[in-house]
């Protein structure tokens, strides 16, 4: 077997795992157990569950899946890009709601790196952003993606109920009210 599927193999057996139950009470061993794998394999492919959690999250939630290739975020593409990836935390909604409240912060580092990273990308498209510093648009992107991690997190806390357009509808508003918020404080 090739090292990548032995490691989606393990990062399997812990989404399958997280299906029934919560992240703290999963064992490396039962992890390794239900991989089919020995416990030194597992370590050799990652540190700790934390990192494999990081893994499973990247693997099932983050990237798109394998079957599709990926696609440059522009400014015409961001609403379905993210969309698309609201629609697959949804979709691993019960591996989400068993993992993050017990992953020590692993979600909202991963997710706020992501986040950050595709707003960056963003902003700096956009012309009248173009004469900003390139750390002032990367801290910029860091500060919108915490309050769009924090919508996504209020979602999941409120399992899932609102559909993925209207999570992306609450993160633009929340947005606009801000830059008004800002534009009026420039004026006075």
Excluded: C
């Amino acid at each position: 077997m090739a090292a990548s599927e032995t490691k989606e193999r393990i990062a399997e057996a812990l989404a399958s795992l997280l299906n029934h139950n919560t992240f703290d009470k999963i064992t490396v061993r039962e992890i390794a157990d239900e991989a089919e794998v020995h416990r030194k394999t597992f370590y050799y492919y990652f540190a700790d569950k934390y990192e494999l959690l990081n893994f499973v999250y990247q693997h099932f939630i983050v990237e798109a899946p394998r079957h599709e290739q990926p696609v440059a975020l522009t400014l015409e593409n961001w609403r379905p890009a993210t969309i698309q990836l609201l629609e697959r935390i949804a979709d691993n909604s019960k591996i989400f709601l068993n993992a993050y409240p017990y992953d020590d912060g692993v979600w909202r580092q991963s997710m706020n790196e992501f986040v950050a990273s595709r707003l960056s990308i963003l902003l700096h498209a956009m012309p009248e952003y173009r004469y900003l510093k390139e750390d002032v648009i990367d801290t910029s992107a860091e500060f919108i993606a915490a309050g769009a991690l924090g919508i996504i997190n209020k979602w999941a806390n409120d399992n899932f109920t609102a559909s993925p357009r209207t999570v992306l509808d609450q993160m633009t508003t929340a947005n606009r009210l801000f830059n008004g918020i800002l534009d009026r404080w420039k004026l006075s």
